[in-house]
């Protein structure tokens, strides 16, 4: 099993999201390694594929305490091709899905610790006032706010937040906001600068 059969199971008629495909294709050669490894670690009978009780286990055995509908809900989802198992191909779709999800879920996090007041907006003195939170200086935040600010309306909406994250390396708003707030070690969210976080 490869990543382009992954990447095949996720084609245009799968109900996953569109961009895992993507993801897929920039893991690196030790991501892929850890995936693999986690996979030989669950497939406990080396069948290549994936039981709902192999599941289970292998859960448990990493601390999880998903219910067992929870773990059916999740086994469901990832055996696209309804085998009733999951094989390597489906485990790293599926395993890329959640990051992604989860990725999201912390960009929503790291939105909502500035947004204050739960605007929907993040305004210089919300910024302002994370600085002083933090003891941080606030230099470079006009500056910040207006490269981000891609409607010009003078604040931060969530779609202007989640573009400014997940830009390569480059844009002042990206570079400014990493180096005044930090958000990965501030937030102790994760959100990191790797190629792979697109």
Do not use: W
């Amino acid at each position: 099993m490869s990543i382009d059969y992954a990447i095949e199971l996720l084609g245009p008629n799968n109900n996953h999201c569109p961009s895992v495909a993507g993801s897929l294709q920039r893991l690196s050669e030790e991501e892929i390694g850890g995936l693999k490894e986690l996979f030989k670690m669950i497939d406990t009978d080396d069948s290549g594929t994936i039981t709902f009780d192999e599941l289970k286990e292998g859960l448990r055995r990493v601390g999880s305490e998903l219910m067992e509908s929870e773990i059916k809900d999740l086994m469901d989802a990832a055996d696209i091709d309804n085998s009733g198992t999951i094989d390597y191909g489906e485990f790293l779709a599926a395993t890329v899905h959640l990051n992604k999800l989860e990725r999201e879920e912390n960009l929503v996090s790291a939105f909502s610790f500035f947004d204050k007041d739960g605007s929907g907006y993040i305004t210089i003195d919300e910024l302002q006032q994370a600085c002083k939170e933090f003891g941080l200086s606030e230099l470079h935040l006009d500056e910040m706010i207006r490269e981000i600010d891609q409607d010009n309306d003078g604040q931060i909406d969530y779609g202007e937040f989640a573009a400014m994250m997940r830009k390569g390396n480059g844009g002042v708003g990206r570079r400014t906001m990493r180096k005044t707030i930090n958000l990965g070690q501030a937030l102790g969210l994760g959100v990191s600068e790797s190629k792979g976080d697109n």
